[in-house]
């Protein structure tokens, strides 16, 4: 697993690189006024990924390649 970076990131149905959903795994401290982020972040290729652009799904190493993001 590792950080994901925009700069790695490209649709392959639009190939845009500006914009994107994807799932990861996270620590959030949780109290009464709800979450917050606690600590890093991270992803891994088999994760959910979505392009805001246009709303192409798949998997965020479709999104990029492998030596970016492993599983």
């Known amino acids: 697993m590792t950080q994901p970076l925009l700069e790695n990131f490209s649709c392959p149905k639009c190939h845009s690189k500006t ?6 795994l996270a620590t959030v401290y949780l109290d009464a006024t709800g979450p917050s982020l606690a600590g890093d972040y ?4 088999d994760f ?11 998997k ?3 999104f990029t390649t492998a030596a970016e993001v492993q599983s």
């Open 19 to 24: 914009e994107f959903y994807l799932d990861v």
């Open 42 to 45: 991270f992803a891994d290729g």
């Open 48 to 58: 959910t990924c979505v392009c805001l652009s246009c709303d192409h799904e798949a």
């Open 60 to 62: 965020v190493f479709d």
